[in-house]
């Protein structure tokens, strides 16, 4: 296997941990202003993400940095392409950003609703925005001969990328009320659950019939063969259904658990279906990019290779270890010292120097 394909497959499973980690706490952001009734409740369902929510962004970070540094031409296009877009994906995740800090600033019930509303707002623009922008890839984008784009904002909007968007936006919300059942207790965790069973139907169908239309897509534009997307999208599909099985039966670990495998199938029915192409060209096909002819030099992608082989696993371990010191419940009372070891230590130092 070269060095393009494998690189091609990181920057894919990158993609994937990026929309199943942020996917739920996207989720959770666009539930704020319906689960929350109470801003106990509200700070409860921040706390739920609070400790990971911005090592999940890395993902997304390593993603763009992985691309970059492994195919520089197709960064070049797809940056160029979608520069309106990731502007606005841009703006959106720094609103985001300021809203998990800002809205604890003042008491003001008008100013906590603008920051709620504004954590919301983003989490589905983001979702929405990176639906469409993935989807473009496979669909086929106005590529000339030299692989710029030749397009305009409008070239990005099709039935098949809108459809996309706003399937993307319903899984995650699944997947964040996936979440939610499994992290809070009390009235909040029984909402949550609520939801996510009201949602399991429609997500189910929504993420089915968009993995079915990558493969179709796959098949006319980028003249792949049906069963190397149908697998993953198979797969994908399945896992979802179970998933809404087991959210109606009130399995909030297993529902979160196939809830992320769909996802996981989505993506890579995406990117199965892109392989061996990177982008697409609407215009002339022969100008699309390709693993090929968008890679880095041979000894560029054996350099940030052994650079990704050393540290990759050290950014796995340190997250894995985040998520398991800051794996259980929350509640709309609070934090209390069984449930977060930090807040405990913290609580104890204070205790301490009182005496």
Same mark, same amino acid.
């Not at 091609?8 to 980690?21: D, P």
């Not at 369902?45 to 031409?73: H, K, R």
């Not at 270890?321 to 449930?339: I, K």
């Given at each position: 296997?070269?060095?393009?394909?494998?690189?091609?497959?990181?920057?894919?499973?990158?993609?994937?941990?990026?929309?199943?980690?942020?996917?739920?706490?996207?989720?959770?952001?666009?539930?704020?202003?319906?689960?929350?009734?109470?801003?106990?409740?509200?700070?409860?369902?921040?706390?739920?993400?609070?400790?990971?929510?911005?090592?999940?962004?890395?993902?997304?970070?390593?993603?763009?940095?992985?691309?970059?540094?492994?195919?520089?031409?197709?960064?070049?296009?797809? =940056? $160029?392409? *979608?520069?309106?877009?990731?502007? @606005?994906?841009? #703006?959106? !995740?720094? /609103?985001?950003?300021? %809203?998990?800090?800002?809205?604890?600033?003042?008491?003001?019930?008008?100013?906590?609703?603008?920051?709620?509303?504004?954590?919301?707002?983003?989490?589905?623009?983001?979702?929405?925005?990176?639906?469409?922008?993935?989807?473009?890839?496979?669909?086929?984008?106005?590529?000339?001969?030299?692989?710029?784009?030749?397009?305009?904002?409008?070239?990005? =909007? $099709?039935? *098949?990328?809108?459809?996309?968007? @706003?399937?993307? #936006?319903? !899984?995650? /919300?699944?997947?964040? %009320?996936?979440?939610?059942?499994?992290?809070?207790?009390?009235?909040?965790?029984?909402?949550?659950?609520?939801?996510?069973?009201?949602?399991?139907?429609?997500?189910?169908?929504?993420?089915?019939?968009?993995?079915?239309?990558?493969?179709?897509?796959?098949?006319?534009?980028?003249?792949?063969?049906?069963?190397?997307?149908?697998?993953?999208?198979?797969?994908?599909?399945?896992?979802?259904?179970?998933?809404?099985?087991?959210?109606?039966?009130?399995?909030?670990?297993? %529902?979160?658990?196939?809830?992320?495998?769909?996802?996981?199938?989505?993506?890579?029915?995406?990117?199965?279906?892109?392989?061996?192409?990177?982008?697409?060209?609407?215009?002339?096909?022969?100008?699309?990019?390709?693993?090929?002819?968008?890679?880095?030099?041979?000894?560029?992608?054996?350099?940030?290779?052994?650079?990704?082989?050393?540290?990759?696993?050290?950014?796995?371990?340190?997250?894995?270890?985040?998520?398991?010191?800051?794996?259980?419940?929350?509640?709309?009372?609070?934090?209390?010292?069984?449930?977060?070891?930090?807040?405990?230590?913290?609580?104890?130092?204070?205790?301490?120097?009182?005496?």
């Amino acid at each position: 296997m070269s060095l393009e394909v494998v690189w091609f497959i990181l920057i894919a499973v990158l993609w994937t941990g990026y929309f199943v980690l942020e996917g739920f706490d996207f989720g959770v952001g666009m539930l704020l202003p319906f689960l929350g009734r109470t801003e106990e409740d509200r700070k409860a369902m921040l706390n739920s993400i609070g400790p990971v929510w911005d090592g999940n962004e890395v993902w997304l970070i390593v993603a763009a940095g992985a691309t970059f540094a492994a195919f520089p031409l197709w960064y070049a296009t797809m =940056f $160029s392409g *979608f520069y309106l877009a990731l502007l @606005l994906i841009l #703006v959106c !995740l720094i /609103l985001r950003v300021l %809203s998990f800090d800002w809205r604890g600033r003042s008491e003001s019930p008008r100013w906590q609703r603008f920051w709620t509303r504004a954590n919301a707002v983003c989490s589905a623009g983001a979702s929405l925005v990176w639906g469409v922008a993935l989807a473009n890839l496979i669909e086929g984008l106005p590529i000339g001969s030299d692989h710029h784009y030749t397009g305009s904002v409008l070239d990005l =909007f $099709s039935p *098949f990328t809108i459809f996309s968007g @706003l399937a993307t #936006v319903l !899984l995650f /919300l699944f997947h964040g %009320s996936g979440f939610l059942s499994l992290r809070a207790v009390g009235e909040l965790g029984e909402r949550a659950a609520t939801t996510a069973r009201r949602l399991a139907g429609p997500a189910v169908l929504a993420g089915t019939v968009l993995m079915i239309w990558i493969v179709i897509v796959a098949v006319e534009n980028n003249a792949r063969g049906v069963l190397g997307p149908a697998v993953p999208a198979a797969i994908g599909s399945l896992a979802l259904s179970v998933s809404a099985l087991a959210a109606f039966r009130g399995r909030a670990g297993v %529902s979160f658990t196939f809830g992320a495998i769909g996802i996981a199938g989505y993506t890579a029915t995406l990117f199965t279906g892109l392989f061996p192409r990177v982008m697409v060209s609407s215009t002339d096909f022969a100008s699309s990019l390709s693993t090929a002819n968008a890679a880095a030099s041979d000894y560029s992608l054996t350099v940030i290779t052994i650079v990704a082989g050393v540290l990759l696993p050290v950014i796995l371990a340190y997250q894995g270890w985040s998520y398991w010191v800051f794996r259980h419940r929350v509640s709309a009372g609070g934090f209390d010292e069984v449930s977060n070891p930090i807040e405990a230590l913290r609580r104890r130092s204070e205790r301490g120097g009182e005496s």
